[in-house]
T-cell receptor, first 111, second 117 residues
């Protein structure tokens, strides 16, 4: 069983739509829950992170973590064509520990 | 400030040959990580250096892979001899040893795309 499960998509939405991206995980030691964004031929770039359970909002992006169900979500409001990328959920046990990636969901926002 | 750089950006070699990948972390970052993504799979951790010491090499697939970080600056990852299943994108990431944030963000390079024929 993979430590992090993520639907690879692809997901295609019209501009302005609300996007919901989700992951599940199995390792109870994970304390930090990151979302990375990766554009084609580029390295992953940290979008936002959440510590433990709860919500975190940053502009049009909201990250949610439910540790009781081991469920991670990222919501994108008013999606823009520039949001077209692969989104990777990536939990970690924290500190300087390795990051464990999901397979990534490829998102395309159609103008 | 320059980000993490990796060289080469793309390497095509034949099975059995040797390839060396290089990573230059962000200046002052003592933590250096190697990850790789093989076709259709998730990005997976290979190993973690703190300065010149290997902190965690639990993700190294086998002894054909050798990582070094002499002097605690840049790092190299050598694959010898390369096999077909080694094809993929190899990412390097770095982070500072101390941070004011509760999370120690890893900054990723653009990756080296390795193709073994």
């Amino acid at each position: 069983q993979k430590e992090v499960e993520q639907d690879p998509g692809p997901l295609s939405v019209p501009e302005g739509a609300i996007v919901s991206l989700n992951c599940t995980y199995s390792n109870s030691a994970f304390q930090y829950f990151m979302w990375y964004r990766q554009y084609s031929r580029k390295g992953p770039e940290l979008l936002m992170y959440t510590y433990s359970s709860g919500n975190k909002e940053d502009g049009r992006f909201t990250a949610q973590v439910d540790k009781s169900s081991k469920y991670i979500s990222l919501f994108i409001r008013d999606s823009q064509p520039s949001d077209s990328a692969t989104y990777l959920c990536a939990p970690s046990s924290g500190g300087y520990q390795k990051v464990t990636f999901g397979t990534g969901t490829k998102l395309q926002v159609i103008p | 400030e320059a980000g993490v750089t990796q060289f080469p950006s793309h390497s095509v070699i034949e099975k059995g040959q040797t390839v060396t990948l290089r990573c230059d972390p962000i200046s002052g970052h003592d933590n250096l990580y190697w990850y790789r993504r093989v076709m259709g799979k998730e990005i997976k951790f290979l190993l973690h250096f703190v300065k010149e010491s290997k902190q965690d090499e639990s993700g190294m697939p086998n002894n054909r892979f050798l990582a070094e970080r002499t002097g605690g600056t840049y790092s190299t990852l050598k694959v010898q001899p390369a096999e077909l299943e080694d094809s993929g994108v190899y990412f390097c990431a770095s982070s500072p040893l101390r941070t004011t944030s509760s999370y120690n963000e890893q900054f990723f390079g653009p990756g080296t795309r390795l193709t073994v024929l």
